[in-house]
């Protein structure tokens, strides 16, 4: 679904319309779990970490301000939920700092590879390979020149080369 049909269901589920709401999760849901599950590394806070952003996004569409960029707006709800959540792990002392994490017990080595980027590697990494943006739009999204997302982009996938997933 292209960037204007997606504001204007975003437009819609802010008057209420839940079939706009239905639809929009529909565009939406496999690239919000894989943006959320790239940062968090299990299913489990991937999907309460995704159902919290859609219940925001429920109850603030009105806030979105239209013609903007809806898929970036969610992405920020998403990444700001799971950043609140790697902040309550590490107060719980579940995650040791600037290590990544094992492979989880449910084949999560996707996770374990993008534990090996840093935080601007793994946004970009996501939005381009899951949600398809191209790097001029991921420059726009993340303020900074295109030049860079492209080099940030391959060193990326050469830090990613080591677990011989990347062609």
Known sequence: ??????????ARVAEGDNDAFGKFYAATAKGVFSFAYSYLGNREDAEDVMQSAYLTVKRRAYTYKKGTNARAWLLQIVKNLALDELRRRKRRGEMPENMPAPPAADGAALSYMLSSLNETEREIVVLHVYWGYKHREIARLLDMPAGTVSWKYAAALKKLEKFGEVE
């Open 1 to 10: 679904m292209d960037a204007k049909e997606l504001d204007a269901l975003l």
